[in-house]
């Protein structure tokens, strides 16, 4: 049983920072692909990022340039951080094993303006 457990959201003012962090179990992250999604209130979850087992990345056109996936494999724990934060960038923000059911429970991000 995969269990994902984000944390790290909260509130900060527009171009502030955080840093989430998504701890696994039952899961080798290195072996997988992970990615990061958020949902404001009335959308649908967006692709956010998203690390590859082989390492490389990729970004939504909205954050490229502020957020950064990475992956620590000692600690089986993929982190986003991000810079620059804008209030639409409020949403609550889950990380997903990649090509399967897993999701974590999600953390709030406000941005205030």
């Known amino acids: 049983q995969v269990q994902l457990v984000e944390s790290g959201g909260g509130l900060v003012q527009a171009g502030g920072s955080l840093r989430l962090s998504c701890a696994a179990s039952?899961?080798?992250?290195?072996?997988?692909?992970m990615g990061w999604y958020r949902q404001a209130p009335g959308k649908q979850r967006e692709f956010v990022a998203i690390?590859?087992?082989?390492?490389?990345?990729n970004y939504a056109d909205s954050v490229k340039g502020r957020f950064t996936i990475s992956r620590d494999n000692a600690k089986n724990t993929v982190y986003l951080q991000m810079n620059s934060l804008k209030p639409e960038d409020t949403a609550i923000y889950y990380c997903?094993?990649?090509?399967?059911?897993?999701w974590g429970q999600g953390t709030q991000v406000t941005v205030s303006s």
């Open positions: 997903h094993l990649h090509a399967s059911q897993y």
């Open positions: 690390i590859f087992s082989g390492g490389s990345t």
């Open positions: 039952g899961s080798d992250l290195s072996l997988n692909t």
